[in-house]
C-alpha cells in the first residue's frame, strides 16, 4: 500500500507510512497479514443494484455527505482540516430521520444521525472512530451514531482523533458479520470515502480475503 489519499485512514491501522519512500520499503520488505474485506450491496444513484468492496470503513447516513463535501474542496489545508470543515457544515444541515439496522438478526431503529461500518479504526481525516477495530476478527464493528445535538457534536468530535468518545450516552456499538440499513428516505452511502449510491444497502465481511504489507 502505497497512501495517496486525503485522509491516509486506511494505513493509520496498520502503521503504514506516509512519506513514499518508506512506503514502498514497506511494500517491499514488510511482513505480510491478511485482513478481512467488506462486501457492501446498495442502490446506486441511477437505481440499479450496485455491489463493492471495501476495506476500511463504510457507512450510511451522514458521513456519506461529509465525504462528499471534502472531495468537493480544494483540500489545500490537508485531509483532517478538509474533512473537519466538511463535518461542521454538514452537520449544521443536516436533518436526521428514522433509520432502522440489523447487525446479524439484531435489530435498532430511531433518529440517527450515522450509522458506520468499521474494518479499520480511522476515518474522516484521522478520527479513530471505531478504536477497537480489528480487520482480521472476521467481524464488523458498527457504531450506530444517535440524534447529536450541535453541543453534543462541539464536545464530543475532538475526542475522536484520541478515541475517547465512547462510551456515549447517543450512540451504540455492536459487532458481526452481516449489516443491514435502510430509512424513510434514501441515505447516502459511503465506502472508504467514495459515495457510490444510497440505502437500502447490506454489508457483510468477507474474512481474511487481502493479503497487505505491513511493517515488521
Given at each position: 500500500?502505497?497512501?495517496r489519499?486525503?485522509?491516509?485512514?486506511?494505513?493509520?491501522?496498520?502503521?503504514?507510512?506516509?512519506?513514499?519512500?518508506?512506503?514502498?520499503?514497506?511494500a517491499?520488505?514488510?511482513?505480510?497479514?491478511?485482513?478481512?474485506?467488506?462486501?457492501?450491496?446498495?442502490?446506486?444513484?441511477?437505481?440499479a443494484?450496485?455491489?463493492?468492496?471495501?476495506?476500511?470503513?463504510?457507512?450510511?447516513?451522514?458521513?456519506?455527505?461529509?465525504?462528499?463535501?471534502?472531495?468537493?474542496?480544494?483540500?489545500?489545508?490537508?485531509?483532517?482540516?478538509?474533512?473537519?470543515?466538511?463535518?461542521?457544515?454538514?452537520?449544521?444541515?443536516?436533518?436526521?430521520?428514522?433509520?432502522?439496522?440489523?447487525?446479524d438478526?439484531?435489530?435498532?431503529?430511531?433518529?440517527?444521525?450515522?450509522?458506520?461500518?468499521?474494518n479499520?479504526?480511522?476515518?474522516?481525516?484521522?478520527?479513530?472512530?471505531?478504536?477497537?477495530?480489528?480487520?482480521?476478527?472476521?467481524?464488523?464493528?458498527?457504531?450506530?451514531?444517535?440524534?447529536?445535538?450541535?453541543?453534543?457534536?462541539?464536545?464530543?468530535?475532538?475526542?475522536?482523533?484520541?478515541?475517547?468518545?465512547?462510551?456515549?450516552?447517543?450512540?451504540?456499538?455492536?459487532?458481526?458479520?452481516?449489516?443491514?440499513?435502510?430509512?424513510?428516505?434514501?441515505?447516502?452511502?459511503?465506502l472508504?470515502?467514495?459515495?457510490?449510491?444510497?440505502?437500502?444497502?447490506?454489508?457483510?465481511?468477507?474474512?481474511?480475503?487481502?493479503?497487505?504489507?505491513?511493517?515488521?
Open positions: 500500500m502505497i497512501p489519499g486525503t485522509g491516509w485512514d486506511f494505513v493509520r491501522t496498520y502503521g503504514i507510512p506516509r512519506r513514499f519512500d518508506d512506503a514502498v520499503a514497506i517491499l520488505g514488510g511482513r505480510s497479514r491478511e485482513i478481512d474485506l467488506g462486501r457492501a450491496q446498495y442502490r446506486g444513484w441511477d437505481g443494484e450496485r455491489e463493492s468492496w471495501f476495506a476500511n470503513v463504510a457507512s450510511a447516513g451522514m458521513s456519506g455527505a461529509i465525504a462528499k463535501r471534502a472531495n468537493e474542496s480544494s483540500k489545500a489545508l490537508g485531509g483532517k482540516v478538509s474533512y473537519l470543515w466538511a463535518t461542521v457544515t454538514v452537520f449544521a444541515r443536516w436533518r436526521n430521520d428514522q433509520v432502522s439496522v440489523t447487525v438478526g439484531e435489530r435498532r431503529s430511531g433518529r440517527m444521525h450515522d450509522v458506520v461500518v468499521a479499520g479504526r480511522y476515518f474522516g481525516g484521522g478520527m479513530m472512530i471505531c478504536p477497537e477495530a480489528d480487520p482480521d476478527d472476521g467481524l464488523l464493528d458498527v457504531l450506530l451514531i444517535g440524534d447529536l445535538s450541535k453541543r453534543d457534536l462541539l464536545l464530543t468530535l475532538p475526542k475522536t482523533y484520541r478515541g475517547r468518545h465512547l462510551p456515549h450516552p447517543k450512540a451504540e456499538l455492536l459487532r458481526g458479520k452481516a449489516v443491514e440499513v435502510d430509512a424513510a428516505e434514501p441515505l447516502p452511502v459511503e472508504d470515502g467514495e459515495q457510490p449510491g444510497t440505502t437500502p444497502v447490506r454489508f457483510d465481511v468477507v474474512p481474511r480475503s487481502l493479503r497487505l504489507r505491513v511493517p515488521a
